[in-house]
């Protein structure tokens, strides 16, 4: 079952989901919109290691926008930063997205419950697009979860992602004991 706008509403109202920014005609009938926040990252290695910390340069998005360029990746990151402590998010992308070639996550769409902060994003394009900040890029739904949590992500002590700031976070992987 996904939460209707109802539903997501009276969550809203109970602080099990928080969403800042927050506007009422972002919400649809069954999800909540995201934007494109300002600040996009690259990783300054072509060649990535799994087993080592791998550093990213961070630039903003001018207001004439930025052209995203195919066979490049990027991290980006939502304006919105949320909470959701009873029910499992999923972030999807925008069909209008979609219809641009755009793709926000290669893997990353679900969080967990206790995900607090801004979702950053995996981005990919199909061709040269242009994007802006701000610009709708996303969707989040919300599931129930059956059962108790025992323990919620942000109370993990190996929680890597917890408190994301308003800016995108490069992988944790190294991290990972392997």
Avoid at 79 to 94: C, N, R, S
Avoid at 128 to 135: H, N, T
Avoid at 138 to 145: R, S, W
Wanted: aromatic letters at 12%.
């Amino acid at each position: 079952m996904i939460l209707s706008d109802t539903r997501i509403l009276e969550e809203i109202e109970k602080g099990t989901i928080l969403i800042e920014p927050y506007s009422r005609e972002f919400l649809g009938s069954n999800s909540y919109d995201v934007h494109l926040g300002a600040t996009l990252a690259m990783y300054e290695d072509e060649e990535l290691d799994a087993k080592k910390h791998n550093a990213i340069r961070y630039f903003d998005i001018p207001e004439e926008g930025f052209v995203l360029q195919p066979n490049k990746f990027y991290l980006g990151v939502t304006q919105e930063y949320t909470e959701t402590h009873a029910h499992v998010p999923f972030l999807e992308g925008k069909s209008s997205t979609g219809r641009l070639g755009i793709d926000i996550h290669a893997t990353a769409g679900k969080g967990d419950v206790g995900f607090c902060g801004n979702w950053t994003l995996e981005i990919s394009c199909k061709q040269p697009v242009r994007v802006y900040r701000l610009m709708p890029i996303g969707q989040l739904i919300y599931f129930p979860v059956e059962g108790e949590i025992e323990i919620k992500y942000n109370q993990k002590q190996n929680a890597k992602y917890s408190g994301q700031p308003n800016r995108p976070v490069e992988s944790m992987m190294w991290k990972n004991k392997f």
